[in-house]
């Protein structure tokens, strides 16, 4: 698969991807395609940011999340076929436009940053409960929640992780 051609519409990069998300209330179908490739990114962002620790449990909790996100991102690559808006698969890294310049780390391996960062993860529920309210799509609506409960999941390992380290 070649890389995914990004919509000249569309936020240009992860950073513009994620700032964009959080002001969206009433999903289109091209707000659910920056979000699969935001989730598949994240996988990646995950990984990197476990590249900050040598602590072998830590390291695991932040894989957990990162293996999640792109189960998130087939979640929602699901709920854009259910609505008509077509094929929109989940890229791998390579073909991720988000990762062109390879990703970053979300933030360093601390306990504070693990901890600012989980507020990300909680919010990341109540955007997709928004989501999900504002869609007239039983089973899509479904598959959103599921995603929103996960992210409570990965707010709540940040924490766990920030605690780890401090012991
Ligand atoms: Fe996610
Ligand atoms: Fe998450």
């Known amino acids: 698969m070649a890389t ?5 519409a569309l936020p240009q990069t992860i950073r513009e991807a994620f ?37 072998a449990g830590v390291i695991e909790l932040l894989h957990a999340n990162g293996r999640e996100e792109m189960l998130h991102a087939r979640r929602v690559s699901d709920v854009i076929g259910l609505l008509g808006g077509g094929d929109f698969p989940a890229p791998a890294a390579p073909d991720n436009p988000y990762l062109a310049n390879g990703g970053f780390p979300f933030s360093p391996v601390t306990p504070d940053a693990l901890r600012k960062l989980s507020v990300g993860e909680f919010d990341g529920e109540a955007l997709y409960e928004r989501w999900a309210a504002t869609i007239d799509h039983p089973a899509a609506a ?14 709540n390992r940040l924490l766990q992780a920030a605690a780890l380290l401090e012991a």
Do not use: C, Q, W
């Not at 995914?4 to 000249?8: E, G, I, M, N, Y």
């Not at 700032?19 to 989730?39: W, Y």
């Not at 479904?142 to 707010?155: F, I, K, S, T, Y």
């Open 4 to 8: 995914v051609a990004l919509d000249p």
């Open 19 to 55: 700032a964009h998300i959080g002001t969206v209330s009433a999903p289109t179908i091209a707000d659910f395609k920056v979000m699969v490739l935001v989730e598949a990114a994240s996988e990646t962002l995950y990984r990197r940011t476990a590249e900050g620790t040598d602590h």
């Open 142 to 155: 479904d598959l959103l929640r599921a995603n929103g409960r996960e992210e409570v999941d990965h707010g």
